[in-house]
């Protein structure tokens, strides 16, 4: 089967995405008999391109690179001009049946509001269309709505990269764990502090450290999002929503980032056997569940602990298995643009079996 | 929908099987829509029962632990008395339509030969019927001919439990993994020999450890198996097989064991920061896929090093997102048991889509 995609949102996770699925096209088709076809592209800064027939989304790649804009590949005879406005074009009944439509949602985080992520998100499901998304805010900040909003429309809505990169979580528990209950979890989810914890493990500091990541281009230039712990509660937000059922947002998660530790205290640590790790986790001790993200000393044969630069995992606490531990030892960004090819094959096995 | 189900082997596995079915009977039937119903048992030892209506499946585990035979449940009206006549009466049509139908196989390890299981998998697959099995051997030793006998007779052939336990690895990667490729994987997949290690860690010698899981009733009383590395090697053959599809047996797997693994000398590598793991693995260079069972002195940090006691994991190399590991902190026969769970999940995923 046909899936036509718009991209809402087109950095560098969008256009890692459009390459891979350019890569392993044939193996999509053989295996999975799935073709995958771009015809819209909203970016923030480099205006918004619909084509009913398809784009050339590795030349809007390059448009984008060379800081051009999109509209001249639009064929839309509109002046699209927000993601909402692609999606509304994108919504229209297409001419001949078929293909199957789903919005792909990219935009930067917003920790405190998901905007504008959460308003594609529900003009999209709102018009029936599916939703796989990378961004962890909607899910983190208003998870039951959208689920609820995806069920009455008969839409999926799939963000299997949101949290873990190419790991599946949220498609291992409802694809291979059946049954299962998850009490709790801890993991390491944020690379860009686990990798500035490495550095201090070997010796460095820490604003030398950040700057150094900052200049590779790991780190943003607004850092606190990554350090402050934000984007780690996020993660933290979205996996004891959709895990344990929370109902949290990121501010109810219990913050502490880490600014304040000090390469002599990491490396006391490792001195005493252990190491700091930023971690991200939740418990339900009857009551709601308790969410929170900080620095913890841990044993060195701890999963988390094991953990060096851009490498993460996630501990799941379940009623059936005891605990198991995911752990992706290379991160990245091909690794986030992967998950969108699950959750876009998990489309196409719903929609062939409907 | 329900299945009904025939037990070729009730040992611990299947008794443990019976248990937890009963035990998550409501989330079965309230997520998965899925009633089991236990229409025959056939074991070694204590005779075999069968009865279209549904047998007394905890009652049955009961009368084996007494010692007794299972003859008297049986409403067959015949004599059977192997796996492979079960399974004939089992595939005769039923009289009323609905149910979907599975062999669920759990005899012991045959890791020269996989007999009986394979007799067993082979009249159930001939006869249409799904198989579900907890049995390594097959997939060590057949896996191409039961593959296509299944993909023949449009029948499923799952075997989630026969590697890993409760952790999914095989349908970690069908089901959430579509179009990466494993080009590589290396495990602790043997609790036996992990837990000796971890002993000689903590002070202990080989023969005393090994006494001690043979009395505890962990390690058998032949523990070949085990220490001399041919369990190990069944497995590395069985995912070599399914994930690599290298069409090896156990004895083409290069074998090592632990016997000749002294105190002093796991001692001596703790006290190099290092841990020593009977490792499993495999690789393909250019050539074909060689597949090997030794122990490694491996860095305290990696995923496997850590592993101590029961825990297992499995480091899979795939193309497309690196290393991925997968860990079971806590393995058991719970955890065997309910991948059998899993694997009739997706038999009645698979029916219902059809």
Redesign the interface.
Known sequence: MRLDLALVGFGHVGRRFVR?AAE?EN??QA??DLTLRIVGIATGRHGVAFDDHGLDAAGAAAIVERGEALSRLDRSGAQLSSGVELIERFARPPRAGGAGRVVIETTPLDVQRARPAIDHIRAALGAGIDVVTANKGPVAIAWRELRDLAAARDASFLFEGAVMD???IF??LR??????RVTGFRGVVNSTTNHILTMLEDGGEFEPALAEMQQAGVAEADPGLDVDGWDAAAKAAALANVLMDAGITPADVERTGIRGVSGDRVRAAVARGHRIRLVASAARDRGPVAARVRPEELP????L??L?GMAN?L?LRTD???????????GGL??TA?AL??DL?TVARRR??R
């Open positions: 891979l392993i193996r999509l295996e999975h190419g790991i599946p498609n291992l694809e291979t764990l059946p049954g299962v060195a044969g701890d999963p602990a094991i060096r995992a501990v059936l298995l005891g605990e198991i531990a995911v752990t992706q030892l290379a091909t690794q992967y090819v699950t094959v062939q079996s």
